[in-house]
């Protein structure tokens, strides 16, 4: 059974830093781009970041760009988010996903772990 597991989320001021980790189980991921997606009250699921396989570039949205960083280590089978400088709109639950076969980005059918809370106070 194929899972993925997110860790690190919890409450911090703004202008700390918080660490998300996702571990996956039941396959490897080392050939998957994998992502981080965040989803806001009332408001719909957004891209963060991915980072893709090999080499392992990444991308990540305009409003995190310069305070995030994603990695991943293929041996332990985790994708991390480091978030530095967090700001309250960066308030959410953020999910960490596996894209499909030839697929860049995580799509909603593809595997998604249940969410970290994330709760930045000003």
């Known amino acids: 059974q194929v899972q993925l597991v997110e860790s690190g989320g919890g409450l911090v001021q703004a202008g700390g830093s918080l660490r998300l980790s996702c571990a996956a189980s039941g396959r490897s991921f080392s050939t998957s781009s994998m992502g981080w997606f965040r989803q806001a009250p009332g408001k719909e699921r957004e891209f963060v970041a991915v980072?893709?396989?090999?080499?392992?570039?990444?991308s990540y949205a305009n409003s995190v760009k310069g305070r995030f960083t994603i990695s991943r280590d293929n041996a332990k089978n985790t994708v991390s988010l480091q978030m530095n400088s967090l700001k309250p709109e960066d308030t959410g639950i953020y999910y960490c996903a596996a894209a499909g076969v030839g697929w860049t980005i995580p799509r909603t059918s593809d595997y998604w772990g249940q969410g970290t809370q994330v709760t930045v106070s000003s």
């Open positions: 980072i893709h396989s090999s080499p392992s570039s990444t």
